[in-house]
């Protein structure tokens, strides 16, 4: 935990005009909460969380990349609305993701003297958000978290659904626990602080929904990515919406994943595999990891006789337009084999008694969760993979 790194600061002043916050509501019964989505958003952090603290008393979670940008205007909001407030800044990376780090922000948290009704506001993306979100789980048996996602990837995804968790050496989000946030807070303005990089990695996340559920919403994408992706407040505000209102949906049916919501995790089950292939290494992020994940998952599909190539087409050929990774040719090493990508499979949170379980599709927005799939399937996709990479 240290001070925020000095860098050239990034304008992130108040939007001219800015549209309004759009508003969704996560129903959860007693746990439900809102999300608010816009730019310009962080600005009226407090005032939002207002209604929703225990006390007055929070304890913001940020890293070192996010906190010279976004702390200072997050604090400010919450000084507006008597919000009394400390920060923990933690490294960036998803190394922070781990039990060392989860120890000294619980030591840390514990030191300081929190209590039961002291709330962590966890401003950062996706890392920031699982790691503080399970501190919060864990600590004192449960306090309050909020969700203030600075990434594309977090706002509409991490962000929302209460998963909260850290990785393990034998892969990710293994130890972990379901903990919903008070109020998810999502400034598309943040995006504008993001390496292109980054952003097509929350990209990703974006077109999953298309192609779990949203046919149409998947045709929007085809016209309005370069506008998305190039700035436009817009675009982005109701890509954020309409991801998170997919996801809200799904998450209100099937709370802890005994169904529906596993369709959130369409090509994460090979995204985890190659990205414990690489050791979790910078060379694959989570967002590159779901887009090719999602085209072998479609891949799969087609080769079980669910439908033709062509939806695995059109996804490899939206994704190459944007600038998305679609193979393994810049990954693969001399260990890499199907058995390997197997073997991380066997170690995936959705394998039930040995068996593998996929999200798959035989089209664009029909999507469905199949279990007990044969191996030997999985491995001609691995292998007609591994050979094009080659």
């Not at 995204?271 to 799969?300: N, R, S, T, Y």
């Amino acid at each position: 935990m240290t001070e925020p790194a000095v860098s050239d600061p990034i304008q992130n002043d108040e939007p001219e005009n800015p549209l309004p916050l759009a508003t969704l509501n996560v129903a959860l019964g007693d746990r439900s909460y809102d999300i608010f989505i816009g730019d310009g958003a962080i600005r009226q952090a407090g005032h939002l969380m207002q209604g929703v603290l225990a006390s007055p008393n929070t304890v913001i979670v940020t890293d070192e990349n996010v906190a010279p940008h976004w702390l200072a205007p997050l604090e400010a909001s919450l000084n507006a609305a008597g919000i009394t407030h400390r920060a923990v800044i933690l490294p960036p990376g998803e190394h922070t993701k781990s039990l060392k780090y989860l120890d000294e922000l619980t030591d840390s948290l514990l030191r300081d003297g929190i209590d039961r009704k002291t709330t962590l506001i966890a401003l950062g993306g996706g890392v920031i958000g699982d790691l503080t979100g399970f501190a919060a789980a864990v600590l004192l048996r449960g306090i309050d978290f909020v969700q203030v996602p600075t990434t594309l990837l977090a706002q509409v995804d991490s962000s929302v659904g209460g998963k909260t968790g850290i990785d393990t050496r034998y892969g990710k989000n293994l130890i972990g626990a379901f903990h919903q946030p008070k109020v998810v807070i999502a400034d598309t303005q943040t995006l504008d602080t993001l390496p292109r990089r980054e952003l097509l990695c929350g990209y990703a996340e974006v077109v999953k929904y298309g192609v779990i559920n949203d046919p149409a919403f998947f045709e929007w994408l085809q016209s309005n990515a370069a506008v998305l992706l190039d700035g436009d407040a817009a675009a982005r505000r109701e890509a954020v919406l309409r991801s998170c209102t997919s996801k809200a949906e799904i998450v209100a049916a099937d709370e802890r994943e005994s169904g529906v919501r596993a369709l959130l995790n369409l090509g994460h089950t090979f995204a985890h595999a190659l990205e414990a292939q690489v050791g979790f290494e910078d060379k694959l992020k989570h967002g590159e990891a779901v887009a090719i994940g999602m085209v072998m998952a479609l891949d799969l599909s087609a080769r079980l006789k669910m439908g033709d190539t062509s939806a695995r087409d059109r996804l490899i050929a939206h994704l190459q337009d944007v600038g998305l990774p679609t193979d393994i040719k810049t990954l693969l090493g001399d260990n890499w084999t199907a058995n390997a990508l197997l073997d991380h499979m066997g170690r995936d949170k959705k394998t039930e008694g040995g068996k593998l379980t996929f999200i798959l599709a035989g089209d664009i927005g029909q999507s469905e969760v199949v279990r007990n799939v044969d191996p030997a399937v999985v491995t001609q996709t691995l292998d007609a993979f591994i050979a094009a990479a080659r």
